[in-house]
């Protein structure tokens, strides 16, 4: 990957929080709102869109009454995290 290739999920800072959130393992809706201190709206729209990207999926269960969205980066979305960490990382090797 070079710098011009960088994919639009990771030019808003939401959207790469919360792609960097998942390498850790699925969180749902609750856990990215509070590690990432975004509105509900804004990050229901920002998962939406890495969602449509092929970035993540998204699973949803009734816990009694309520529902629960638990989110997941794909194969897809873990790759190309990676593979921009790795160019984040030969541009700061280069600055040493």
């Keep these: 990957m070079e710098l011009w290739e960088i994919p639009a999920a990771f030019q808003s800072k939401l959207r790469l929080g919360v792609v960097a959130a998942l390498m850790t393992g699925p969180k749902d809706f609750t856990t990215l709102t509070k590690l990432t201190e975004a509105t509900p709206g804004n990050l229901g729209k920002q998962l939406e869109l890495l969602e449509s990207d092929g970035f ?41």
Excluded: D, Q
């Design 56 to 96: 993540l999926s998204c699973s949803r269960e009734l816990l009694g009454k309520r529902p629960r969205s638990t989110y997941r980066l794909t194969e897809a979305g873990r790759e190309t995290f990676l593979a921009y960490v790795r160019m984040l990382e030969k541009i700061a090797g280069g600055w040493e």
